[in-house]
């Protein structure tokens, strides 16, 4: 029977007490397997806003790969499954009892990854299209949009690594949504490998998949309906 006195528990915390709505033994479970609560929720509120903006970056990116529509297909893939990567880890948060930022400045200004600006705006800062009778023109090739995508899928692979090595064995639900989103981002890799590679060098270099069959399908990260908490 599980124990209802105020005695602590291996790892120094108290065990919750029957009725008490304060605590929560989802938290006071990942504390005794050696992994800081507080610590993990501020690694997964940085990792959520990297999606958050990479998917508002994406938008962006994608619109500017005019006149390449196989490569603006893959590239909505990826910025609606980065969405779904938000959408999936958001609650855990909340779980482990913290919060997402209330305002998203101070969310993106959390985010774990770099900006993935449209190259040659000054990081961002060019205003061309953006006044009144000035036309949204591309200032990037489709190589260096490629080049962007394909380092903001890599900065992603190594924070879910890292979130993964953090809580495997010791959290498991942090550990399983982890685990799913790091086997898309692993797939955006190899799809912006596969594209950079054929229109930078002309070299065939496989990514093993194809585009999802609907448009950010992301059959890792979301669950059917999609889970809109």
């Not at 501020?42 to 970056?57: H, N, P, R, V, W």
């Not at 999936?88 to 985010?111: H, K, V, W």
């Not at 591309?138 to 903001?152: D, G, N, R």
Request: aromatic residues 10%; glycine residues 8%.
């Amino acid at each position: 029977m599980a124990s209802t006195n105020a005695a602590t528990d291996g790892a120094g915390a108290q065990p919750v007490m029957a009725g008490d709505v304060t605590q929560r033994v989802g938290i006071e479970q990942v504390g005794r397997r050696g992994v800081d609560p507080v610590d993990l929720r501020e690694k997964l509120i940085d990792a959520a806003a990297a999606e958050f903006t990479t998917y508002y970056y994406y938008t962006v990116l994608r619109n500017f790969l005019a006149g390449h529509e196989d490569y603006k297909a893959v590239c909505e893939d990826a910025r609606l499954e980065d969405r779904s990567h938000f959408e999936l880890i958001a609650p855990r948060i909340y779980e482990l009892g913290g919060t997402l930022p209330f305002d998203i400045r101070t969310l993106a200004d959390r985010s774990g990854c770099p900006d993935a600006h449209l190259p040659n705006t000054w990081g961002g800062k060019a205003s061309w299209g953006l006044q009144p009778g000035s036309d949204a023109v591309s200032p990037a090739t489709a190589t260096e949009i490629l080049t962007v995508l394909l380092e903001a899928e890599r900065c992603a692979i190594r924070s879910w690594s890292a979130i993964c090595d953090l809580t495997h064995g010791k959290d498991y639900r942090t550990f399983e949504l982890a685990m799913r989103i790091l086997n898309e981002e692993i797939e955006h890799e190899a799809w912006f490998v596969e594209l950079l590679s054929i229109e930078r060098d002309g070299v065939g270099r496989p990514s093993g998949h194809f585009k999802r069959g609907d448009a950010g399908d992301a059959p890792w990260s979301s669950n059917r309906p999609f889970y809109n908490p």
